[in-house]
């Protein structure tokens, strides 16, 4: 048995490392490459794993742990300051798409291609359907970062409704199967179990917590954590409720606890295991050999699946009041099936309202919407991209005057900021060059004028001035474009002093090659800095932490002009760096020495 155990985990382990670096490699996201592992190692790929039923139904406690520590983040304030998009929008997601998919079923029903369903079959079906995949949205919304964003908070509050509309929409399978006779006890027992857990957990979670953490036992803490939602998790199965929802309820009970912290370390580590297991699992779940016998049907029924569902979240994000791109972003990420459809379709089969065969047409169609996710958001970055990219410089048009500057500053992301604001503190007319539309747009918001244009353009130079101005600083991150600003400025504008931006060692060699002797190292100031500091925190003297910074910058000057000479043989300049670090290090101790014994009475 342990053996078995152990041969399993490595086929999975060695499908996760295999398929998700080469996904992330191709653009695609870590989900979609579990999935094709899931796809590789299941029943229609390689055959290495058979009971997919078995390991789906455990995965599923990712889903758990994840709505937990969710749970952890949002405490009661701020979830009730969610409560009219987590109603409004969340609530109106859910039935305007399970009514439209329902209705869209019925229309349908009886043609050759599809038999015919009944309308409670047909309300199921919708119900289904327009429920979201929590994990895979929540996958997103973190890999992209869009957590405090208005497509995340809109996304989450979406969810989270979906999360709870699943406890009406188990309670009324028996109802609509055409029994009931316990059906409205069952939710009545439903809603007591919410009630004990919100009670129960209010008085007994922290000094359950408190008594483990006196115990002394740091292990003890991370076994009471999966104690914890594990039980709950269990609890909240027996009662026929979502697992996912208690242990986000109880994660929200324990979000204003000291114990915050520490939780979401104990369980952050299964969290992430489990969801990647899921999400393999779903992969396993497809069945290729239902879709090769149906594949038209089967894609059509998945893009209509994620037309219907983005349209409908897309129109009622526009009439919420969320802006378009955050409402084209967030309708992508929940245009698929989720996997609490899973359970719903399971159960109805279980009450005797969908057939065997309907069913699992229904759960490919889910699984392969699933796919769609990574695949539709990429798609959707590349035309977000081109578009504002093309719409922003037909707005732009190269509109840069001669406004006689005394200098010209080309690239003004951060670098380039800091350097335009002394400046413009110093009342220096500047003239600013900037060739990515978006940045320009943000800037000109706070009154920045700058002007849209490719500082490589010989003609651009000229016409923001470059033959009358002083100097030109280079700021652009890119060394190829620096290198190239300064080589067009030493040939046509050789009175401009030409200041510019190294990004390492490497190219403040490649200026100083080409004459320019005015440059920064953008990280080597910074770093200083920050040893300066480090020193005073040691216990050396303010003052002679500052000698010795000022020091090392001139003797580290003076290396770099050095080694100058071998900087394009790339062996001998490692040979003479290591050198030049000795001897840099020697002289550094020796004359630091001379410089204590020289200002003795400052220290």
């Known amino acids: ?57 455990f995965s599923e406690f990712g889903v758990v742990l994840l709505l937990f520590l ?22 109106s997601q859910v039935v305007v798409t399970s009514l439209v998919i329902a209705s869209s079923v019925l229309l349908l029903a009886g043609q050759s291609w599809l038999p015919a369903v009944s309308w409670r079959d047909a309300l199921v079906v919708g119900m289904g359907l327009a429920l979201s995949s929590t994990a895979i949205a929540l996958r997103v919304i973190e890999e992209q970062n869009l957590g405090g964003s208005e497509t995340g908070q809109s996304g989450f509050a979406v969810l989270l409704f979906q999360d709870i509309a699943v406890i009406p929409m188990l309670a009324v399978l028996p109802v609509l199967a055409g029994g009931g006779g316990g059906s409205w006890m069952d939710f009545a027992w439903m809603i007591g179990g919410i009630l004990a857990l919100l009670v129960g957990g209010h008085f007994l979670l922290r000094p359950l917590f408190r008594w483990v953490v006196m115990s002394g036992v740091r292990e003890l803490f991370n076994v009471a954590a999966l104690l914890l939602v594990i039980g ?43 969801l990647g297991l899921f999400f393999i699992s779903v992969g396993m779940a497809v069945n290729l050999g239902l879709l090769l016998q149906y594949p038209l049907l089967i894609l059509l029924a998945v893009m209509a699946l994620i037309s219907i569902k983005g349209l409908i979240l897309y129109a009622l ?3 919420f009041g969320i802006r378009a791109k955050s ?20 159960a109805a089969m279980g009450e005797g309202l969908l057939g065997r065969e309907l069913s699992a047409f229904l759960l490919v169609v889910v699984s392969l919407s699933m796919m769609t996710t990574p695949l539709i958001l990429l798609l959707q970055d590349k035309w977000f991209v081109r578009t504002f990219k093309a719409e922003a410089e037909a707005e732009l048009e190269s509109d840069v005057i001669d406004r006689e500057p005394r200098v010209i500053i080309t690239g003004f992301g951060r670098f380039g900021q800091v350097v335009g604001r002394l400046l413009f503190a110093n009342k220096i007319r500047v003239t600013v060059l900037e060739r990515d539309p978006s940045q320009i747009q943000f800037l000109r918001k706070f009154g920045y004028k700058v002007y849209y244009g490719d500082a490589t353009q010989l003609d651009l130079l000229r016409a923001a001035g470059a033959d009358k101005a002083e100097a030109i600083i280079i700021c652009t991150d890119e060394p190829d474009e620096v290198m190239e600003v300064v080589e067009l400025c030493q040939q046509y504008f050789p009175n401009l002093k030409v ?18 002797e005015n440059f920064s190292r953008e990280t080597f100031a910074g770093a200083l800095d920050l040893g300066r500091q ?22 580290d000057t003076t290396a770099l002009r050095d080694l100058l000479p071998q900087h394009s043989e790339d062996v001998h300049l490692a040979t003479r760096a290591r050198e030049a670090r000795k001897e840099l290090e020697e002289i550094f101790d020796r004359e630091m020495r001379g410089e204590r014994e020289r200002h003795n009475g400052w220290d």
């Open 1 to 57: 048995m342990a053996s078995d155990v152990l041969s399993v985990s490595v086929v999975f382990l060695a499908a996760a490392v295999v398929a998700v670096p080469i996904a992330q490699r191709l653009g695609l996201g870590s989900v979609l490459g579990y999935l094709l592992a899931g796809i590789a190692i299941g029943p229609w790929g390689l055959r290495l794993i058979s009971d997919v039923d078995a390991i789906l139904h």
């Open 70 to 91: 969710i749970g952890l983040e949002l405490n009661p304030k701020k979830l009730w300051q969610m409560r009219k998009p987590i109603l409004g929008l969340g609530g």
């Open 232 to 274: 709950i998790a269990l609890g909240m199965q027996s009662l026929g409720l979502s697992m996912a929802l208690g242990t986000f309820l109880a994660g929200v009970l324990l979000a204003e606890s000291e114990y915050r912290h520490e939780l979401e370390i104990a369980i952050e580590p299964f969290k992430g295991l489990l």
């Open 317 to 319: 994000a526009r009439i």
């Open 327 to 346: 409402r084209s972003q967030m309708a992508a990420i929940l245009s698929q099936g989720g996997e609490f459809a899973f359970v719903l379709f399971t």
């Open 499 to 516: 200041l510019a931006r190294a990004r390492s060692r490497v190219e403040a060699h490649q200026l100083l090659s080409h004459g320019v």
């Open 534 to 555: 480090a020193l005073i925190s040691l216990g050396m003297h303010p003052y002679q932490a500052k000698r010795a910074e000022a020091h090392f910058r001139r003797l």
